[in-house]
C-alpha cells in the first residue's frame, strides 16, 4: 500500500547533510540567475531583453521547449546528459524571464511561482504527505482529479469540467491523448483493449467510406476520428503517441541521411536517383538497423571533445552512421554539423589532413559481428578480439569492453 508518512531525516545524517547541501548549491544558483534576470532588465541593462514582453517571448518557450524535448529523446536513446542539462537551463531561463516581467508590475515573483507549485504538489499527494493510504497507482489519478475538481470549486465556485487543463494551444495528438485519459479517470473509458482496438477498425472502415466518395470535408472528419482512436489506442497501451510519432520521424530522418550518404557515395546527384534505387537503399538502411542491439546500457555524459581533420567528412560521415550504432555509440546532427557521441569522448571531423591519431573507447554494446560491418563500410580491421580498426581517414580505435 503506498501512504507511509515521510519523516525528516535524521538530524547530523549523512544524507540529511547532503540535502541541505544540494539545497543551499540550487538556492544560490537560482538567486544568481534572478539577479542576472534583474540586471539585463535594468536601466543599462540589455536592449533587446528590456524590449521584451509576455507576448514577445513567446515563440522562445516554445523553442526551448521542445528542444528539452529532443534532448530527452536523444538521451532515452542511449545519448549523454550533459546537453539536456544545458537545454533544461536554457527553459529554467525563460521561466525566470517571465516571473521577472510579472514581478516588474508587482503581479508575482519567482518564488510565488515555487510556493505556488509546491503547495499544489503537496495538497494532491495526501497519501505522502499527510499519511492518507492509497491501493495504488490507479487511484492516486483518480484522487487527483478529485483534488482538482474541489480546488476548481473553491477558486470559481463551481466544479468545471474534468477535461479542464488540457491547453488548446498543445500539439493536437498530444491533446487527445490527454483528453482521453482525463476522461478515463471518472471511468468513461474502455474496459479493455480489444474494445479499443476495435473502435480504431470502425473509423478506419469510415475514412475509406470517405476516401471513395473522394469529399475533402469528409475525409478531414474521418481522418481526424482515426487518429483520435490510435492516441487513444496509445494511452491506453502506456505507449505515448508524441514519443511514439516522434521516434518514427527520428527513424525516418535517420533511414533518409543514410539514403542521400549512399546516393553521394555513389557520385548520384540528387533529384536524378530512381524510386527503385533510393527504395533499395531505403531497405539497406532498415536492415543495419535492425540488425543493431540496443545499448547495454545508458551512455555516460561525454567529458571531452576532440576535433579530427578528414579529406572528405561527409566520407567518414557515411562510415560512422553504420558503425557507431552497433558499438551502442550515437551520431549527432546539429545542423550541418555532427558528431559521434561516445562514453567520455566526442569527436567531430574538420575538412583538412587526415588527424594520425589512435583513441581508446568503450563499447556500450556486444562487439561480435561488428568487424565485418566496419570492413562493409570502409575501415579497415586490425583485430577482432579486442576489436581495433581504422576509420576511412585512417584514425585507431580501440574498442574496450
Same mark, same amino acid.
Given at each position: 500500500?503506498?501512504?507511509e508518512?515521510?519523516?525528516?531525516?535524521p538530524? !547530523?545524517?549523512t544524507?540529511?547533510a547532503?540535502?541541505? %547541501?544540494?539545497?543551499?548549491?540550487?538556492?544560490? +544558483?537560482?538567486e544568481?540567475? &534572478?539577479?542576472?534576470?534583474?540586471?539585463?532588465?535594468?536601466?543599462?541593462?540589455?536592449?533587446?531583453?528590456r +524590449?521584451?514582453?509576455?507576448?514577445?517571448?513567446?515563440?522562445?518557450?516554445?523553442?526551448?521547449?521542445?528542444?528539452?524535448?529532443?534532448?530527452?529523446?536523444?538521451? !532515452?536513446?542511449?545519448?549523454?546528459?550533459?546537453?539536456?542539462?544545458?537545454?533544461?537551463g536554457?527553459l529554467?531561463?525563460q521561466?525566470?524571464?517571465? +516571473?521577472?516581467?510579472?514581478?516588474e508590475?508587482g503581479?508575482f515573483?519567482?518564488?510565488?511561482?515555487?510556493?505556488?507549485?509546491?503547495?499544489?504538489?503537496?495538497?494532491?499527494?495526501?497519501?505522502?504527505?499527510?499519511g492518507?493510504t492509497?491501493?495504488?497507482?490507479?487511484?492516486?489519478?483518480?484522487?487527483?482529479?478529485?483534488?482538482k475538481a474541489e480546488?476548481?470549486?473553491?477558486?470559481?465556485?463551481?466544479?468545471?469540467?474534468?477535461?479542464?487543463?488540457v491547453?488548446?494551444?498543445?500539439?493536437a495528438?498530444?491533446?487527445?491523448?490527454?483528453?482521453? &485519459?482525463?476522461a478515463?479517470?471518472? !471511468?468513461?473509458?474502455?474496459?479493455?483493449?480489444? #474494445?479499443?482496438? @476495435?473502435? =480504431?477498425s470502425?473509423?478506419?472502415?469510415e475514412?475509406?467510406?470517405?476516401?471513395?466518395?473522394?469529399?475533402?470535408?469528409?475525409?478531414?472528419?474521418?481522418?481526424?476520428?482515426?487518429?483520435?482512436? =490510435?492516441?487513444? =489506442?496509445?494511452?491506453?497501451?502506456?505507449?505515448?503517441?508524441?514519443?511514439a510519432?516522434?521516434?518514427?520521424n527520428?527513424?525516418?530522418?535517420?533511414?533518409?541521411?543514410?539514403?542521400?550518404? +549512399?546516393?553521394?557515395?555513389? /557520385?548520384?546527384?540528387? #533529384?536524378?536517383?530512381?524510386?527503385?534505387?533510393?527504395d533499395?537503399?531505403w531497405?539497406?538502411a532498415?536492415?543495419t538497423?535492425?540488425?543493431v542491439?540496443?545499448?547495454?546500457?545508458?551512455?555516460?555524459?561525454a567529458?571531452?571533445?576532440?576535433?579530427?581533420?578528414?579529406p572528405?567528412p561527409?566520407?567518414v560521415?557515411?562510415f560512422?552512421?553504420r558503425v557507431?550504432p552497433?558499438? !551502442?555509440?550515437?551520431?549527432?546532427?546539429d545542423? /550541418? %554539423?555532427?558528431?559521434?557521441?561516445t562514453?567520455?569522448?566526442?569527436f567531430?571531423?574538420?575538412?583538412?589532413?587526415?588527424t594520425p591519431?589512435?583513441? #581508446?573507447?568503450? @563499447?556500450?554494446?556486444?562487439?561480435? /559481428?561488428?568487424?565485418a560491418?566496419?570492413r562493409?563500410a570502409?575501415?579497415?580491421?586490425l583485430?577482432e578480439?579486442?576489436?581495433?580498426?581504422?576509420?576511412?581517414?585512417?584514425?585507431?580505435?580501440?574498442?574496450?569492453?
Open positions: 500500500m503506498i501512504g508518512r515521510r519523516g525528516a531525516l538530524v !547530523g545524517s544524507v540529511g547532503r540535502v541541505e %547541501e544540494d539545497m543551499g548549491r540550487s538556492g544560490e +544558483a537560482v544568481r540567475l &534572478e539577479e542576472i534576470m534583474r540586471t539585463l532588465r535594468a536601466e543599462g541593462g540589455c536592449p533587446w531583453d +524590449a521584451q514582453d509576455i507576448r514577445t517571448l513567446r515563440p522562445y518557450l516554445v523553442e526551448e521547449t521542445y528542444e528539452v524535448l529532443d534532448e530527452m529523446d536523444r538521451v !532515452g536513446e542511449g545519448g549523454p546528459w550533459r546537453a539536456l542539462c544545458e537545454e533544461l536554457d529554467l531561463f521561466i525566470v524571464f517571465h +516571473a521577472q516581467l510579472a514581478r508590475l503581479e515573483t519567482l518564488a510565488d511561482v515555487a510556493t505556488a507549485i509546491s503547495d499544489k504538489i503537496v495538497s494532491r499527494h495526501p497519501h505522502v504527505f499527510e492518507k492509497v491501493g495504488g497507482a490507479e487511484e492516486v489519478l483518480q484522487n487527483w482529479a478529485r483534488l480546488e476548481r470549486r473553491r477558486k470559481h465556485g463551481r466544479e468545471g469540467s474534468v477535461l479542464e487543463g491547453p488548446s494551444a498543445a500539439p495528438l498530444l491533446r487527445a491523448e490527454r483528453l482521453t &485519459e482525463k478515463s479517470r471518472i !471511468g468513461f473509458d474502455w474496459p479493455e483493449l480489444a #474494445g479499443v482496438r @476495435a473502435k =480504431l470502425e473509423e478506419i472502415g475514412l475509406d467510406a470517405a476516401l471513395a466518395s473522394k469529399d475533402a470535408r469528409n475525409i478531414e472528419h474521418e481522418l481526424g476520428d482515426v487518429l483520435f482512436s =490510435l492516441a487513444n =489506442l496509445a494511452r491506453f497501451t502506456s505507449t505515448p503517441a508524441e514519443d510519432l516522434r521516434a518514427a527520428a527513424r525516418f530522418t535517420h533511414r533518409f541521411h543514410a539514403v542521400e550518404e +549512399a546516393l553521394r557515395a555513389r /557520385g548520384v546527384p540528387f #533529384g536524378t536517383a530512381t524510386l527503385a534505387e533510393m533499395a537503399l531497405q539497406e532498415k536492415a538497423e535492425a540488425s542491439p540496443p545499448p547495454a546500457s545508458p551512455l555516460r555524459a567529458v571531452a571533445r576532440i576535433e579530427l581533420r578528414a572528405e561527409a566520407r560521415h557515411a560512422w552512421n557507431a552497433a558499438l !551502442g555509440w550515437t551520431v549527432e546532427v545542423g /550541418g %554539423e555532427w558528431s559521434v557521441e562514453p567520455g569522448l566526442c567531430s571531423y574538420a575538412t583538412g589532413p587526415a591519431i589512435t583513441i #581508446g573507447l568503450d @563499447a556500450m554494446a556486444e562487439t561480435d /559481428g561488428v568487424a560491418l566496419v562493409e570502409g575501415g579497415t580491421v583485430a578480439h579486442p576489436l581495433v580498426f581504422r576509420d576511412p581517414v585512417g584514425a585507431c580505435i580501440q574498442v574496450r569492453r
